[in-house]
């Protein structure tokens, strides 16, 4: 059986590229409401992170594809080539 994880528990976890770059604070989830999976990391945004600069922003706010998590424990760790 997998391992299921409360979506209170991941809130406020930081987003880290592989390569240890920080690139925001996860602060939503969007679900698809046919399946319940996952489809999108809704963050807000590291200032100091070159890449948060240069991705795709929603009022402010960071858009990243579920597709781009490798893991996910202390941190989000995402998958550099799928989030930039």
Known sequence: ?????????????LLVTNDG??????VDLVVNEVTGKITTLVADPNPDS?????MKKEDGM??????AV??????????KKAVG
């Open 1 to 13: 059986m997998g391992k299921f994880v409360i979506a209170k528990q991941l809130a406020g976890k």
């Open 21 to 26: 770059e920080g690139i925001g604070r996860l």
């Open 50 to 54: 070159t890449l948060a600069r240069r």
């Open 62 to 67: 960071l858009s990243v594809p579920y597709s």
């Open 70 to 79: 490798l893991a996910v424990s202390d941190f989000i760790i995402l998958d």
